[in-house]
T-cell receptor
Framework: QKEVEQNSGPLSVPEGAIASLNCTYSDRVSQSFFWYRQYSGKSPELIMSIYSNGDKEDGRFTAQLNKASQYVSLLIRDSQPSDSATYLCAVNDVYGNKLVFGAGTILRVKS | EAGVTQFPSHSVIEKGQTVTLRCDPISGHDNLYWYRRVMGKEIKFLLHFVKESKQDESGMPNNRFLAERTGGTYSTLKVQPAELEDSGVYFC???????????FGPGTRLTVL
């Protein structure tokens, strides 16, 4: 079983819709969770971090964390073509502070 | 403020040759990390420096890889001799001590022929 799992996609949504990206993790004691966005050939860019159960909103982005279910998600409201990218879920390794990444979900927003 | 920079952006070498990758972290960031993404796989941790000290090198694949961070500023990652399976994108990231937000560089795409 992979430590951090994501559906590779591609996830296609129409412009203006809500995109929902999901991630599960295996280490129950993980404490820090991150969503990175990566455009092709570019560096991963941090868009959200979340540490507590519940929702965290930042502009059009909402991260949701459920530690009991070992599940973290990212919602993108009013999706724009510029949101088309690979979204990487990452979890902080509790034995250090290295990040464990999922393989990423490709999001395509169609205008 | 400048972000994390990496050099070169691309490198193509023959099997058996040596390649050295460089990372300049964000100024003031004592934590420096190396990660690697091989084709079709997820980004994987290689090692972590705090200033010039190796804090965790559990992800280094074998002794053909040598990382240094002399003076606690920039870091180099040397692969010697390179093998075909070393091809991939090597990312560097940095963070401030006491925080877990890591900022990534653009990566070096290494191709070993």
């Amino acid at each position: 079983q992979k430590e951090v799992e994501q559906n590779s996609g591609p996830l296609s949504v129409p412009e203006g819709a809500i995109a929902s990206l999901n991630c599960t993790y295996s280490d129950r004691v993980s404490q820090s969770f991150f969503w990175y966005r990566q455009y092709s050939g570019k560096s991963p860019e941090l868009i959200m971090s979340i540490y507590s159960n519940g929702d965290k909103e930042d502009g059009r982005f909402t991260a949701q964390l459920n530690k009991a279910s070992q599940y973290v998600s990212l919602l993108i409201r009013d999706s724009q073509p510029s949101d088309s990218a690979t979204y990487l879920c990452a979890v902080n390794d509790v034995y250090g502070n290295k990040l464990v990444f999922g393989a990423g979900t490709i999001l395509r927003v169609k205008s | 403020e400048a972000g994390v920079t990496q050099f070169p952006s691309h490198s193509v070498i023959e099997k058996g040759q040596t390649v050295t990758l460089r990372c300049d972290p964000i100024s003031g960031h004592d934590n420096l990390y190396w990660y690697r993404r091989v084709m079709g796989k997820e980004i994987k941790f290689l090692l972590h420096f705090v200033k010039e000290s190796k804090q965790d090198e559990s992800g280094m694949p074998n002794n053909r890889f040598l990382a240094e961070r002399t003076g606690g500023t920039y870091s180099t990652l040397k692969v010697q001799p390179a093998e075909l399976e070393d091809s991939g994108v090597y990312f560097c990231a940095s963070s401030q001590v006491g925080t877990d937000t890591q900022y990534f560089g653009p990566g070096t795409r290494l191709t070993v022929l």
